[in-house]
């Protein structure tokens, strides 16, 4: 866990999704608005994931859904969203893994493993 003191805008933007639960989570482009934050190299929310991103490895228990961003409330929506965000790692994980059959079978050997 990353322990480095929160950023300004880590903080705004903790202070902002904070106050949105499960059932009220706030969509990202609100945050960027409030916080007044504009997309890198035209892509789109990109700058708030990486906010987003620093805030979770630093211990926030900072979740998403359709509807928006959202904080953890209690431990069985965080294990909810840890569920399901690592199943997404896990398909992610089993594309990257034919990929790299894909280029293996092409050169031949096992050239390349992941990691």
Not at 31 to 39: A, G, K, P
Not at 54 to 65: M, Q
Request: glycine share 6%; hydrophobic share 30%; net charge neutral.
């Amino acid at each position: 866990m990353n322990t480095k003191p929160l950023t300004e805008l880590q903080s705004m933007t903790y202070q902002i999704i904070k106050d949105h639960g499960r059932s009220n989570p706030i969509i990202g482009a609100d945050i960027q608005r409030q916080i007044n934050l504009t997309d890198r190299d035209h892509k789109k929310g990109a700058n708030l994931r990486s906010i987003i991103n620093a805030l979770r490895d630093k211990g926030y228990a900072i979740c998403a859904s359709d509807e928006g961003y959202y904080y953890a409330q209690n431990p069985q929506e965080l294990k909810d969203y840890i569920d399901e965000f690592q199943a997404r790692i896990n398909q992610q994980q089993e594309a990257c893994n034919s990929l790299i059959n894909k280029y293996n079978s092409w050169v031949g050997i096992v050239a390349y493993t992941a990691g």
